[in-house]
């Protein structure tokens, strides 16, 4: 299972960074959500920390669902999905190297957001580093593994694809909320509800999106027209 | 090596076929024939386990065979080198072959010149070629093709011929969706027809209906 995972990450990330398969659009939708967010603020107005905190998020989110179409749509060009369900390895190797992937990629967009949100939002970053850290990598792979289950809902099918974003939404509210949550102390510094109750309900929904993957990913991405 | 009991599919309400119960052993090559909407590539995914039956069972009667899948689509990644998408079927399916061995298997498809270009600079033929070369890497025990020759040229076909030739002679079971009876009746040793929504023949070619009367207006 490890070698088919490491080969779907291996191959996902080749087409998307070097062979330019589709992470600038997403990438610049992104940024174009937080440079409008930007112009809702007048002249010497600044937006809340948690306000950009919630931008960021919601660019990332944006980002996510783009990325994970465009993973997925990867086997389609030629049907190599079937290939793939013919591989002896468990069905869950490719979820599991998509999500990886897309990790990856949405790790990599952040580091454009992140600036993005601090310049064209007028934030500073005097949070401490820590706990922030800890709540984007927690946020970020209980959005993957939901991204990937999903994406692989959403393949080829065009109306299938608009349930991605309709499903996909409502689901993240949880790991959104604990983002915002700890964003908005690592922007502003002030820490007034303590970041272990948001640790702890990302920790959850982690483990609960992590172990949907596992069990229903087989259900959705299969070989039937 | 695969077996068939009472098989049926159905879309939504429309029944394609039902009742399809054979088996097919090592060694063997059969040709599944039918006309269009017949049924024939909805069972040759079921035989690869790509979808599931409607009603009865498809088994395989070999531990964990591995099964080749040839269709009309390449499973080629464009953005990919030839030998970087045969780098990757070697490691979903857990191979271990050096690089050396891959760029063998291009040359044995006929392609190893073009194994550093993209293959999206290749032609439909050429694409299959590449697709050919994953099945020669995997040497399946269940070689499945559903028309794998449309759109090949003569020089592309005659390969694709021989490779499925070789892929029985070493012991493989081979199950082929073709329209061109009268060139491939003569590679195989069994005929199925699916027509109607059932198994309308499964036989020697010899017996085949169609075959038969060709033959005996040969001998009149």
């Known amino acids: 299972m490890l070698r088919m995972t490491l080969a779907v990450i291996r191959k996902d990330m080749t087409l998307t960074l070097l062979r330019g398969n589709g992470l600038v659009q997403a990438l610049l939708l992104g940024l174009l959500l937080i440079f409008v967010f930007s112009l809702s603020q007048g002249v010497g107005e600044s ?179 | 090596m695969l077996e068939l009991d009472r098989v049926a599919r159905f879309y939504g309400h429309n029944l394609v076929f039902k009742d399809v119960s054979c088996t097919f052993a090592g060694g063997s090559m059969s040709l599944l024939l039918g006309n269009n909407g017949a049924g024939k590539s909805s069972l040759l995914r079921i035989m690869a386990g790509l979808a599931r039956p409607s009603l009865g069972t498809a088994r395989f009667t070999a531990d964990s065979p591995k099964i080749g899948y040839l269709a009309h689509a390449t499973f080629v990644y464009p953005a990919l080198t030839a030998l970087e998408n045969l780098a990757f079927w070697r490691d979903v399916h857990g191979l271990d072959n050096t690089e050396t061995d891959l760029l063998n298997v291009l040359a044995r498809a006929d392609i190893a010149g073009r194994a550093h270009d993209r293959a999206g600079t290749f032609s439909r033929g050429m694409a299959q070629r590449l697709n050919l070369a994953r099945i020669l890497l995997l040497a399946p025990d269940i070689l499945l093709l559903d028309e794998p020759g449309a759109g090949l040229d003569a020089k592309s076909q005659a390969l694709l011929r021989k490779e499925v030739l070789h892929a029985r002679g070493r012991g493989a079971c081979v199950v082929l969706v073709s329209h061109d009876l009268a060139r491939d009746a003569t590679l195989a040793d069994r005929i199925l027809l699916l027509e109607e929504g059932r198994l309308a023949y499964d036989g020697l070619p010899a017996l085949f209906p169609p075959l038969a009367d060709v033959e005996q207006a040969c001998y009149a």
């Open chain 1, 47 to 225: 937006l809340s920390a948690r306000s950009a905190a919630a931008v960021f998020w919601l660019s990332s989110a944006f980002c996510q669902i783009l990325m994970f179409n465009q993973l997925y749509a990867l086997e389609e060009v030629n049907n190599s999905r079937l290939g793939l369900l013919l591989s002896p390895a468990p069905i869950q190797a490719i979820w599991l190297g998509k999500a990886i992937a897309g990790f990856v990629l949405l790790l990599s967009a952040q580091c454009i957001f992140l600036p993005a949100t601090v310049i064209f939002l007028g934030k500073s970053l005097s949070g401490p580093p820590g706990p922030s850290l800890v709540i984007l990598l927690l946020t970020d792979t209980g959005m993957c593994a939901l991204g990937s289950l999903l994406g692989a809902l959403a393949q080829g099918q065009t109306a299938r694809e608009a349930l991605l974003g309709i499903v996909f939404f409502p689901l993240l509210t949880p790991l959104l909320l604990a983002g915002t949550g700890i964003g908005a102390q690592a922007f502003d510094g002030i820490d007034p509800d303590g970041s272990s109750a948001w640790l702890g309900l990302a920790s959850a929904f982690d483990a609960i999106f992590l172990a949907a993957g596992l069990l229903l990913f087989a259900f959705l991405y299969a070989g039937d027209e």
